[in-house]
């Protein structure tokens, strides 16, 4: 023994389209020199910015079905009508090398994972309201009000999820979110934004609400 502190080695973010997980990921890898974040396979094409092998790999729909009848990937879902995986043999390098993985994966993935990785930490990132959540979507200027009200939708779905992971964190603000989520990565400091409240009751609200925008008449 020589007292040093285990590190997790495999850490799963999960979150509601919105939530944040995405930037909370990156955010740490950025401070943090020993953790990396996966970078998924996907089939759909590439948003303003994105650049291949470094947000996504970039795949045809055929190169990805290759993919997972040759066992490559470590986790894999369809979602919004493209393929999402995460490389088993990425994963499996990084680790190796003592690096701790951050993987960007929705509860799909998250159960496949923990399913063949019993010692993957999961954390499920919730919005403080499901009406901060809808701005954010709103806010990201990405997608028009359908596209909106669908990722809004599937958002009350996976909300349900948070239950079944380890541990669960509210991401009010940015900042203080960021600085939780690494005393859970460097210190094994279980996060407490989450503490004393109705999860369930902020999870059923969303059931409730409906997007601003969507009673706005077309013009």
């Keep these: 023994m020589t007292g040093r502190q285990k590190i997790p080695q495999l850490l799963i973010f999960s979150a509601p389209s ?9 955010a740490i890898a950025n401070d943090c020199p020993h953790v990396v974040v996966s970078i998924s396979h996907t089939t759909r094409s590439p948003r303003r910015g994105e650049v291949d092998g470094v947000d996504y790999f970039f795949v045809s729909p055929v190169v990805f079905e290759k993919m997972i009848e040759r066992g490559e990937f470590l986790e894999y879902a369809r979602v919004f009508d493209h393929y999402y995986g995460t490389s088993r043999g990425s994963v499996d390098r990084a680790l190796a090398a003592q ?10 993935g998250a159960r496949k994972v923990r399913a063949s990785n019993s010692d993957a930490v999961s954390i499920f990132i919730l919005p403080p309201s499901i ?30 999820h948070y239950i079944e992971y380890d541990h669960i964190v509210i991401n009010d603000r940015f900042d203080d979110t960021v600085t939780e989520l690494k005393q859970l990565v460097l210190h094994q400091q279980p996060p407490t934004s989450a503490a004393g409240l109705d999860l369930a009751a902020l999870v059923n609200s969303a059931e409730n609400v409906k997007l601003k925008t969507s009673d706005t008449p077309d013009s």
């Excluded at 690096?99 to 799909?108: A, G, S």
């Excluded at 990405?142 to 349900?160: F, H, L, P, S, V």
């Design 18 to 26: 919105g939530g944040g997980k995405t930037s909370l990921a990156q």
């Design 99 to 108: 690096q701790t993985v951050i993987l960007d994966i929705d509860w799909q």
């Design 131 to 160: 009406e901060a959540l809808q701005e954010r979507l709103a806010r990201r200027g990405r997608d028009n009000r359908d596209q909106i009200d669908y990722r809004m939708q599937r958002a009350i779905t996976e909300m349900g």
